[in-house]
T-cell receptor
Framework: GAVVSQHPSRVICKSGTSVKIECRSL??????MFWYRQFPKQSLMLMAT?????????EQGVEKDKFLINHASLTLSTLTVTSAHPEDSSFYIC????????????FGQGTRLTVV | GQSLEQPSEVTAVEGAIVQINCTYQ??????LSWYQQHDGGAPTFLSY????GLEETGRFSSFLSRSDSYGYLLLQELQMKDSASYFC??????????FGKGTRLHILP
């Protein structure tokens, strides 16, 4: 199956700092990747759609200046949480679909962000 | 708006059968999928229904009725390792995958 690698798996940062999370498709090219956020015991909330070579599309209510998304290549998308606050602490997960197999999404391992 | 409804929790006994229902209301529909997520882990794909009917994959089966905007996941011969959260998800008209709130499955020995 297709493999999506997400790094780091856990990160603790101080309030006011920025954190970058990487999402890589290891054995396929992903023109589109998706970033989700999940609070404990809740569902995955779509934050934005990352498009290779163009600007990300953000869901309503998601601050694009706070959650910077860059999709510089067909295998890499990054999410940067800027000026992090404790309320940004959450589980962030990326996913990608294989072209031609768009019915199935492959997820990264997720990143547990804790802002102290 | 987009919404997917599924029970928040279900409890069943090891070896039994359990059904998790999902109803959806989305703008556009290109299929219903099911994902499993263990605590602390990422979701993993279980099944997909694009057309009406039953899809079977080993112990897991999934059903879809597009006219009723309804589907379910059926888990047979439950094992303790099946204890997890199960999410139904719809690929909508904008090609996004929208998830339900998830059903936490508790399995008793």
């Amino acid at each position: 199956g297709a493999v999506v690698s997400q790094h780091p798996s856990r990160v603790i940062c101080k309030s006011g700092t920025s954190v970058k999370i990487e999402c890589r498709s290891l054995d396929f090219q992903a023109t589109t990747m998706f970033w989700y956020r999940q609070f404990p015991k809740q569902s995955l909330m779509l934050m934005a759609t990352s498009n290779e070579g163009s600007k990300a599309t953000y869901e309503q209510g998601v601050e694009k200046d706070k959650f910077l998304i860059n999709h510089a290549s067909l295998t890499l998308s990054t999410l940067t949480v800027t000026s992090a606050h404790p309320e940004d602490s959450s589980f962030y997960i990326c996913s990608a679909r294989v072209q031609g197999r768009s019915t199935e999404a492959f997820f990264g391992q997720g990143t547990r962000l804790t802002v102290v | 708006g987009q919404s997917l409804e599924q029970p928040s929790e279900v409890t069943a006994v090891e070896g039994a059968i359990v059904q998790i229902n999902c109803t959806y209301q989305t703008s556009g529909f290109y299929g219903l999928s099911w994902y499993q997520q263990h605590d602390g882990g990422a979701p993993t794909f279980l099944s997909y229904n694009g057309l009406d009917g039953l899809e079977e994959t080993g112990r897991f089966s999934s059903f879809l009725s597009r006219s009723d905007s309804y589907g379910y996941l059926l888990l047979q011969e439950l094992q303790m390792k099946d204890s997890a959260s199960y999410f139904c998800a719809v690929r909508d008209g904008d090609d996004k995958i929208i998830f339900g709130k998830g059903t936490r499955l508790h399995i008793l020995p």
